[in-house]
């Protein structure tokens, strides 16, 4: 199914300005001072309706904490995030609990997020009977035609989540987050917990109800191939900051940050007799207690000039749709670094 970007209204649903959570690190002394954990610094995109955003990185890079600021799980050190033109950091109580109808959150571990003393129906109906959506005697109708838009039988409603495997277990998930019919729905990493063949009828679906119910979708991943097929828009981070943002052909066939070049030679190549060449990047990612200074991948980078230790590249705009932070990127005239590290 095709995923060619939307046409971008004159407004964003979603608007995400400077955005910053740093968390209080555990003192190794009494006497020794809090050390802020900098999860999120300094993060800004937007979202329009029917867009998918892939929000990509490794492990520990904040792509999780971006998704949980945006619905209110967890609040925000500082920046703005406005869905719909309004400041949701300004809303009262009650104007938030109407706004979570239209805000859903698809979480990673399918198991951990169902209730093991509930029936799939009555999770599945739980957030029509908080919200008072539709006519009692309606709601259970509309509980089995998400299960019947997920592709489950009508007698999974009796059943109970340890009943189920764990692809239909994501597959209830996924119609709890959309029983409601959302306008956006952030998606952190819906499939890395099931296997391959059920990760690719996941993202189908994903797609199928996209097209259907006319969501837009923050898709979290580590899987570059995943988020290659599901977005038309991507976003690169590290280390709490983005390095790259662009329209996924862009990103995929001219990628400018050496972290994102990294990441896409790592995607396997299903014919083994197609070499490929590879960027082995060194070591681990540094702490967020105390990340580097200057370029935060410079000690990463075989590429690190002096000046990329000692002050940190912005995020700007190489053409309309495609953004970089990398001091390389300015110093080439926005041409990909060439790959040396390859083995």
Known sequence: MSTASPPEPAAPLLSVSNLVRHFHARRRFSFSAPRPVRAVDDVSFQLWPGDTLGLVGESGSGKSTVGRLLLGIDRPTAGDIRFDG???????????????????????????????????????????????????????????????????????????????????????????????????????????????????????????????????????????????HISNRIAVMYLGKLVETGERKAIFEKPLHPYTQALISAIPVPDPSLKRERMILAGEPPSPVNPPSGCRFHTRCSYAMAHCREREPELKAVSASHAVACHLVDSSLNEPVKASSVR
């Open 86 to 228: 309004r400041d949701i950091q300004r809303l009262a109580p009650k104007e938030w609990r109407a706004l979570r109808r239209d805000m859903q959150m698809i979480f990673q571990d399918p198991l951990g997020s169902l209730d093991p003393r509930m029936t799939v129906a009555s999770q599945m109906r739980e957030p029509l009977d908080i919200h008072g959506m539709d006519l009692p005697e309606s709601r259970n109708q509309r509980v089995d035609e998400m299960l019947q838009w997920v592709g489950l039988p009508r007698d999974t409603r009796s059943r109970y989540p340890h009943e189920l495997s764990g692809g239909q277990q994501q597959r209830v998930v996924v119609a709890r987050a959309l029983i409601m019919r959302p306008r956006l729905v952030v998606c952190d990493e819906p499939v890395s917990s099931v296997d391959v063949s059920i990760q690719a009828q996941i993202i189908n679906l994903l797609v199928d109800l996209r097209s259907r119910l006319g969501l837009t979708y923050l898709f979290i991943s580590h899987d570059l191939k995943v988020v290659r």
